[in-house]
């Protein structure tokens, strides 16, 4: 007989699902009722393994459940974004998003600790944060550099990670179900077009989001104007009336840019190059070498020859800089 256990919204959604192929080998280990993890629980809710509670149910199959000792909810969800981001098969994506939350869970934290350090109380009375709205979004520093080192990159890839992942979550507040559709890759969008494409006008998103053949979110271009100032025949001129026209523009102005950082595209290769081990690994232990074509051997071996020629040549290039 299964144990029942409770399921919190803010936990469910920092549980980034599991790939089809993982998910598939843990429901056979649940079925031949093999060994399996235990389930972290926080007060009786479930903070890691809510696919393998889903599965157990399923097969009516008590999990063993392992209950995490935090005073605070808040130290329950750091806890859970380190746990999430020591996953090998996470996209740039989730893994930013899930800084991000780590980030505003560590702030938390860090402000509550000063309140009570200074008496300070009353900062958290319910009448002072009746809504998002009042709440304050002091940056700290000093988490930034701490996850900065611990993710070894540069402060300012963290400060991106945390503006990208709240235009994240305000994409979600506005259209529910967005974000979970990005973080597992049926929706692409880019770090740089979120400000763009949350100026977009709500009905213009609207049919984007529920067009079926939208894999990639792309900010409206501004419309433009022929370049010759000639009105074509048959247009609205031709009857004197002029009817005007709603055209979407992107917003421009003086934007702050934001401070350099020189590890941004070393960090965007180690990322990539974390998928590729992974894809690498899998293939060498699932695919049946023996049954492929010699085609297929030969296509594989020149990739990896021609990509085994690349990192030795960026290796050369980083030991004769530590060298210098």
């Given amino acids: 007989m299964y144990r029942i256990l409770l399921e919190d919204k803010t936990f469910r959604e920092l549980n980034i699902p599991l790939p089809l192929s993982d998910r598939k080998e843990l429901e056979k280990k649940v079925r031949k009722y093999a060994q399996l993890p235990p389930i972290i629980t926080w007060k009786g809710y479930i903070l890691t393994g809510y696919e393998l509670y889903e599965l157990c149910r399923r097969c009516g199959r008590s999990p063993l459940v392992k209950e995490m000792d935090c005073q605070r909810k808040q130290e329950a969800v750091a806890w859970l974004c380190q746990r999430q981001l020591a996953r090998e098969d996470l996209g740039w994506i989730p893994r930013a998003w899930l800084i991000y939350r780590l980030y505003e869970a560590l702030r938390e934290i860090a402000q509550r600790e000063k309140a009570k350090d200074d008496f300070q109380y009353r900062q958290f009375s319910p009448s002072l944060y009746a809504s998002d709205a ?36 305000c994409l979600e507040e506005k259209f529910p179900g967005t974000r979970s559709r990005i973080l597992s890759g049926k929706l692409d969008v880019s770090m740089a077009c979120m400000y763009s494409i949350l100026k977009m006008p709500e009905d213009d998103l609207k049919k984007m989001l529920e067009d079926a053949h939208c894999t ?20 609205e001129s031709e009857n004197n009336e002029a009817k005007p026209k709603v055209v979407f523009r992107l917003e421009t102005g003086i934007k702050q840019m934001p401070e350099y950082d020189p590890d941004a ?14 894809a690498i690994l899998r293939t060498a232990i699932r695919a049946d070498l023996n049954q492929a074509t010699p085609e297929g051997k030969q296509r594989l071996a020149k990739a990896l020859q021609e990509l085994a020629a690349r990192v030795q040549y960026l ?7 530590e060298n210098d």
């Fill in 315 to 321: 290796s050369r290039k980083l030991e004769g800089n």
């Fill in 265 to 278: 595209e070393l960090n965007g290769l180690a990322y990539t190059i974390g998928s590729w081990v992974k």
């Fill in 216 to 235: 990639r979110l792309v900010p409206a271009l501004p419309a433009s104007v022929p370049a010759s100032g000639k009105k074509e025949a048959g247009s």
């Fill in 134 to 169: 009042e709440k304050p979004l002091m940056e700290n520093v000093d988490i930034l550099n701490r996850l900065g080192a611990d993710f070894q990159c540069h402060r300012e890839t963290i400060r991106r990670y945390v503006r990208f992942g709240r235009q994240l979550d």
